[in-house]
C-alpha cells in the first residue's frame, strides 16, 4: 500500500471529513491557524528584533526573551493543533503539494535552528544585553526570520497549487 493510499484512508475517516466538508470547520480551523501564526510569529519578530538591536534597545534582551516564550509556544500549540487537523483533512492533496512539502522542511528547519539557538538564548538570559546583541544572537535572529517568512510565504502558496492526487 503507497503513502498515498494511507493518506486517503487517514482523510476518509468520519472525522476528517467532516472538517473537510463542513461549511465552518475548516474555515474556522484556518482561521485559528492563521490566528496562532500571527502571534507565534509576531513574538518571534518582537524577540528576533530586539536580538538583532534593530528596535526595543531600552528593553533588556534577556526579559523579553523570557516574557515571550509563553506567547510564543501558545501560538505554536494553535498552529501545531489546528495546521495538523487541517492537513490530514486532505492528507494526499497537501502531501503532494510541493509547497506545502517546502513548508514542512522550513518548519523541521525552524526546530532544529530553536533547538541549536537555545544555548544562545540561555547565555542571553546570563548577559547584559541593554545593548545590541552579540553577533551570534543577531545571526540566530537573521536565520529565524528568514525561516518563518519562507514558512508564512509556502503556507500562503499551497492553497495557490493546483495538484492531482491518484485515487487508490
Known amino acids: 500500500m503507497s503513502i498515498v493510499s494511507y493518506l486517503l484512508a487517514i482523510q476518509n475517516t468520519s472525522f476528517f ?5 463542513s461549511a465552518y470547520a ?3 480551523l484556518l482561521s485559528f491557524h492563521l490566528c496562532g501564526i500571527a502571534l507565534s510569529a509576531g513574538m518571534v519578530l518582537v524577540t528576533d528584533l530586539r536580538l538583532m538591536g534593530i528596535s526595543f ?3 533588556p534582551a534577556d526579559e ?6 509563553i ?10 493543533t489546528c495546521g495538523l487537523l487541517i492537513a490530514l483533512s486532505n492528507a494526499a492533496r ?3 503539494n510541493p509547497l506545502f512539502r517546502i513548508k514542512m522542511a522550513l518548519l523541521a528547519a525552524l526546530l532544529v535552528h530553536a533547538i541549536g539557538t537555545r544555548r544562545l538564548y540561555a547565555d542571553a538570559r546570563m548577559s ?3 545593548k545590541l546583541s552579540p ?18 510565504i509556502a503556507g500562503r502558496g499551497i492553497g495557490y497549487v493546483r495538484v492531482s492526487v491518484p485515487q487508490h
Open 71 to 80: 506567547p510564543k509556544l501558545f501560538g505554536l500549540a494553535v498552529v501545531l
Open 135 to 152: 553577533l551570534s544572537l543577531r545571526w540566530a535572529a537573521i536565520v529565524s526570520l528568514i525561516l518563518w517568512t519562507g514558512v508564512v
Open 26 to 28: 475548516y474555515p474556522i
Open 64 to 69: 523579553m526573551v523570557h516574557q515571550l516564550r
Open 57 to 59: 534597545g531600552s528593553y
Open 17 to 21: 471529513s467532516v472538517i473537510r466538508e
Open 128 to 130: 547584559d544585553l541593554r
Open 94 to 96: 497537501y502531501y503532494s
